[in-house]
T-cell receptor, first 114, second 111 residues
């Protein structure tokens, strides 16, 4: 148990659907991250939040919309996705957004877009 | 742009063997390097974190080394066990806790 939970664990959606991924950390951390892991590609950082403010957005398409209502919760809202968005979406947290801080990862949500 | 390469992409060994996984990065201006383990259907677990000023870190049967100037790191696993079977990921931090990952090495240790 890493202290970072993600729901749902699996999600299948059509291109016209709207869904949300949820991440919750029970570690008292102040920084949270969304990563995308596609088949045969390295993990890609999507968004970083520190103290509920977005501090990083790596050219992610607007069909992905993050939300961080408090330091324990992070959401990724999805709408009008494409089949190439099918991937494992991983959430992580760290004490602060410092290089010395280890990131703790959740189990991921396996997303399939039909 | 930082790029991280891991060799080999896959490795299969019998139980008991010592093995080495390799990681290289293109920009030596890093703050630290981490090795992670990923089991199928699960998230990542941090194994070792080496700060840029350090040469190596050890945890149990794992030893990671870092040669920052040459852009290389190795993860040494001693006396491998079937439970070590997983994908091992290398990641470097170049600032503000943003990690750049390699594609990983898939390790299979057979009994």
């Amino acid at each position: 148990e890493t202290g970072v939970t993600q729901t749902p664990r699996h999600l299948v959606m059509g291109m016209t659907n709207k869904k949300s991924l949820k991440c919750e950390q029970h570690l008292g951390h102040n920084a949270m991250y969304w990563y995308k892991q596609s088949a045969k590609k390295p993990l890609e950082l999507m968004f970083v939040y520190s103290l509920e403010e977005r501090v990083e957005n790596n050219s992610v398409p607007s069909r992905f919309s993050p939300e961080c209502p408090n330091s324990s919760h992070l959401f990724l809202h999805l709408h009008t996705l494409q089949p190439e968005d099918s991937a494992l979406y991983l959430c992580a947290s760290s004490q602060e957004m410092r290089d010395m801080d280890t990131q703790y990862f959740g189990p991921g949500t396996r997303l399939t877009v039909l | 742009k930082q790029e991280v390469t891991q060799i080999p992409a896959a490795l299969s060994v019998p139980e008991g063997e010592n093995l080495v996984l390799n990681c290289s990065f293109t920009d030596s201006a890093i703050y630290n390097l981490q090795w992670f383990r990923q089991d199928p259907g699960k998230g990542l677990t941090s194994l070792l974190l080496i700060q840029s000023s350090q040469r190596e870190q050890t945890s149990g049967r794992l030893n990671a080394s870092l040669d920052k100037s040459s852009g290389r790191s190795t993860l040494y696993i001693a006396a491998s066990q079937p439970g070590d079977s997983a994908t091992y990921l290398c990641a470097v931090s170049s600032g503000y806790s943003t990690l750049t990952f390699g594609k990983g090495t898939m390790l299979l240790v057979s009994p």
